[in-house]
């Protein structure tokens, strides 16, 4: 079969490069070699998320860590910040570990504002709250800084932050920030291979969990730093990922973090031209829209020109390109093209002639 190159919001294209060091020759995960290969690349991880900070490596999806988290950091009852569908995912899983949970719901296309978590934090009832800083769903990143500025009046409530599709895209100063997780996959912006995950935890976060009685094993916080002190994982690791990990690690530091977070602005302003351009709406609120993927407005929202966006992702595929359509309750009003990873101002130019070219046949 013919290669179609991703441009939906993940799993996103992985380069030949990495997929070559993701096939590398195994090596036992408690050997040196395995503990001489995390040792190597903890520099660059913590460099990455900003942070003093062990970085973790989870063989499992985000959503791992995101139930990890809720298991080991909920005594009491978690805030859920939802606005899309992932955001809304992670009230319906909080409760299905058994937590207290309720749901701080803001409509989607908006983001999650510091004065809304305020207000329900002010009343004293949750000790940790989850918030999705890039919401692939409706393509909307929330001020995460002005939310992370709470901490410091509700410190003992544990903050969690998903940056699955925002991480090594735009600056997330973990320790600077003040919270107490934050979360990635690698499938997104990292332009890995779907099936590991990074995370980290404040020192706060550590001594919370290892209250916790009932966090489980494979995702138990306490297991995962005694082990990274070891340089190891707690259970059996994918180490393909870990080797492609190194590789594009080397890349994002040979390009330099400052110039990887600018070339995103720049390819995520050129996706909102050309919409613009064919007579569309975004769907996130201006000035809140992501900047690794767009969501263009097809007739969610009152306003901008609509088109079939079925067939319209049929055209682009049939000239090797796959854009999304649409996700949850708006599947089809509207349609999502992704930025994220390494995508260049000439790769999104190459994909944009082929949107042009389908768009003319609409």
Known sequence: MAHVKLHIPGP??????????????MIGHRGQGFKDL????????????????????????????????????????????MNGAFSDKWL????????????????WGSPIRAEAVDKKLATGQFDALTVIHNETSTGVMTPIAEIAALKKKYPDVMFIVDTV???SAVKLEFDAMGIDVMLAGTQKALALPPGTALFTCSPAALAKAATINDRGYYFDFVE????????????????????ALESKLEEIFTEGLEARFARHRKTSQMTRDWAAKHGFTLY???????????????????????????KLVKLVKGQGFLINGGYGKIKGTTFRISNMGDETEATMNQLFAAMDKAMAQL
Not at 12 to 25: D, H, M, N, Q, R
Not at 92 to 107: I, M, T, W, Y
Not at 225 to 232: G, L, P, R, T, Y
């Open 92 to 107: 319906d899983v909080s409760k299905r570990c058994g937590k207290n949970a309720e749901g701080l719901q803001v409509p």
């Open 224 to 243: 995962f730093q005694k082990n990274a002190e070891k340089s190891m994982t707690p259970s059996t690791p994918s180490i393909g990922h870990i080797f």
């Open 12 to 25: 996103i294209e992985v380069s030949e490069k990495t997929l070559k060091a993701f096939s590398s020759p």
């Open 284 to 310: 996130p609120d201006k000035g809140f829209e992501s900047l690794t993927l767009v969501c263009v407005n097809n007739g969610a929202k009152p306003g901008g020109r609509t088109v079939d966006v079925e």
């Open 165 to 167: 599709s925002s991480l």
């Open 38 to 81: 995390y040792a190597k690349i903890q520099p660059q991880l913590q460099q990455l998320l900003y942070t003093k900070q062990q970085v973790y490596i989870s063989t499992s999806s985000a959503w791992g860590v995101m139930e990890g988290a809720i298991r080991n950091l909920v005594a009491k009852k978690v805030l859920n910040c």
